[in-house]
């Protein structure tokens, strides 16, 4: 953010002044000229390390420095065999850490990659979907339940807007986020009319305004402050110190006493001094640090077996020594796409073939027979319910996204693609029965409810939590007829929505009615 704004004070007018921003979003020349000037929108690491200074520094050990004394002593003895080996050996031991460590890090690049947030944003008066780095300050950005905050933003327009903000606040409940301004000076927690980068919107919806990108957002300056900070070692790292301090100590003593002994018998002075460091140099334990390193990649290569990323080898000691880990569990990395698998209509349960957002599969019956098209024509009040209650848009791949992709909440996005798959045109739908208004799920009422205009009514299309969307109903469709809901209806609805949650599938139940 710049530090010469306090976008939190100023009027949404103001903000769009101040940034040179419109509400129907910026050019294509705008957004060039801005990417040049503040670079690309993410975290960059300030003291990045050359890979040639990462190998040297794996030479830092104690325990390999004595071991390289112990080799250019070995060399004055003219014993060069016992010097090459324990050179050979600090050496083999640098490069084991350091290609774990390299390893590890072109793995989390990967991962980095994998998750590469999106952003909806308005340019040129249309809604697109662009990588996150490309956004640039002065940008219009839509936000949807479900969605990362791409960038620090000044809220312009909202809807029951909640945020997530506990990565920086700790806030553990949804803050409600607003558009008027705030006087005075506060504290972030206080700045409600703004959303960070690296939360996410719990509810509702709303449109920003990009006041800070990268290293000058919120997280930033966090991420900066953190690359600030000395890292400690591990307690087996302290551990091998000490040991190496030891073995140094004990070395030099006995190198004296035998050299003194030596002395002492009349030995002549380069005896004496080749006799003394010659079994004081036996004292240090030469093979120690490459048998430490091979255990440690032994470990690192069974984490990895099992998905677990190391960067550094001396992690995989830590992890070994520790006895709890208390985690707050916020969420879960993932692809952020959701696919329809097991359909209830009426008793009857349907599965769905096929991933992803193609709407390409088969809604297959209780026998494993596709239906046909007379059947899926029977049940389309079914999918046009959930396309209806939905406002995701699915579209084919192109020259920025390799397979088909969503703009909207992945949840949606399933039920369109699900739609899809029963041959009804969601897109077609949505330009038909246009939405009136649309009131956005929460975790009160668990449901989300759209009213559109259909055929001279005012239809309202539901979806939500199973037993909350129940409470609402006083009829069910069965598949073929609508009739009265009974206690055994809404008992068996409970039983499968209780048997689908085992399975770990996320439920949802339908509704629709005609509203005054």
């Known amino acids: 953010m710049n530090d010469?704004?306090?976008?939190?004070?100023?009027?949404?007018?103001?903000?769009?002044?101040?940034?040179?921003g419109r509400r129907e979003g910026l050019t294509d020349d705008e957004v060039k000229q801005r990417l040049a000037f503040y670079g690309k929108n993410k975290?960059?690491?300030?003291?990045?390390?050359?890979?040639?200074?990462?190998l040297l520094a794996q030479f830092k050990d104690l325990m390999a420095i004595v071991l390289m004394i112990a080799g250019f002593i070995n060399i004055y003895l003219q014993d060069y065999r016992s010097a090459i080996i324990l050179f050979v050996i600090v050496f083999i031991n640098a490069l084991i850490s350091f290609f774990q460590e390299y390893k590890a890090e072109r793995l989390m690049d990967s991962l980095k990659s994998l998750v590469q947030a999106k952003a909806k944003v308005i340019r040129n008066g249309k809604e697109v979907e662009i990588d996150g780095e490309q956004i640039v300050p002065g940008d219009i950005v839509v936000m949807e339940e479900g969605d990362a905050v791409p960038a620090d933003l000044r809220v312009i327009t909202e809807n029951n807007l909640g945020a997530n903000d506990f990565s920086l606040t700790g806030e553990s409940n949804p803050v409600r986020k607003f558009t008027h301004t705030i006087p005075g000076e506060v504290e972030?927690?206080?700045?409600?009319?703004?959303?960070?980068?690296?939360?996410?919107?719990?509810?509702?919806?709303?449109i920003g305004i990009v006041i800070a990108t990268g290293m000058k957002t919120e997280v930033g300056r966090i991420a900066n402050l953190s690359q600030q900070t000395v890292a400690e070692l591990s307690p087996l790292q302290k551990e091998l110190d000490t040991l190496a301090k030891s073995v140094t100590y004990i070395t030099l003593v006995v190198g004296i006493i035998l050299f003194l002994m030596a002395m002492f018998l009349k030995f002549p002075l380069k005896e004496a001094f080749i006799f003394a460091v010659g079994i004081a140099a036996s004292c240090v334990p030469q093979g120690l640090p490459a048998q430490v390193a091979v255990a440690l990649s032994l470990a690192a290569g069974r984490l990895a077996i099992r998905k677990a990323v190391v960067k550094?080898?001396?992690?995989?000691?830590?992890?070994?020594?520790?006895?709890?880990?208390?985690?707050?569990?916020?969420?879960?990395?993932?692809?952020?796409?959701?696919?329809?698998?097991?359909?209830?209509?009426?008793?009857?349960?349907?599965?769905?073939?096929?991933?992803?957002?193609?709407?390409?599969?088969?809604?297959?019956?209780?026998?494993?027979?596709?239906?046909t098209k007379e059947q899926l024509k029977a049940l389309s009040v079914f999918f046009e319910t959930g396309a209806l209650a939905s406002n995701a848009h699915i579209s084919a791949p192109d020259k920025t996204h390799s397979k088909w992709y969503s703009i909207g909440d992945p949840t949606e996005s399933a039920l369109i693609t699900l739609a899809g798959k029963a041959g009804v045109d969601a897109a077609k739908l949505d330009q038909q029965f246009f939405e009136v208004k649309e009131f956005t799920f929460d975790a009160v009422r668990k449901r989300m409810s759209s009213l559109r205009k259909r055929d001279g009514k005012m239809m309202a299309y539901v979806k939500g939590a199973p037993m909350n969307v129940l409470s609402c109903c006083t009829h069910v469709w069965d598949g073929t007829t609508t009739r009265l809901i009974t206690n055994q209806d809404r008992e068996f609805i409970s039983q499968k929505s209780d048997e689908f949650a085992s399975m770990a599938l996320r439920n949802l139940g339908y509704a629709y009615r005609e509203v005054p």
């Open 43 to 54: 975290l960059v690491e300030i003291n990045k390390v050359p890979l040639i200074f990462k």
């Open 4 to 20: 010469k704004h306090l976008y939190y004070q100023y009027s949404v007018e103001e903000v769009l002044k101040v940034l040179n």
């Open 188 to 206: 972030i927690a206080a700045r409600n009319n703004l959303v960070y980068m690296g939360t996410t919107v719990a509810t509702g919806n709303g």
């Open 312 to 371: 550094k080898l001396s992690a995989v000691e830590t992890l070994g020594s520790t006895h709890i880990i208390c985690t707050d569990k916020t969420g879960t990395l993932t692809t952020n796409e959701m696919t329809v698998q097991k359909l209830l209509i009426g008793t009857r349960v349907y599965d769905v073939t096929e991933i992803g957002y193609e709407p390409k599969g088969k809604i297959l019956d209780d026998q494993g027979q596709a239906l």
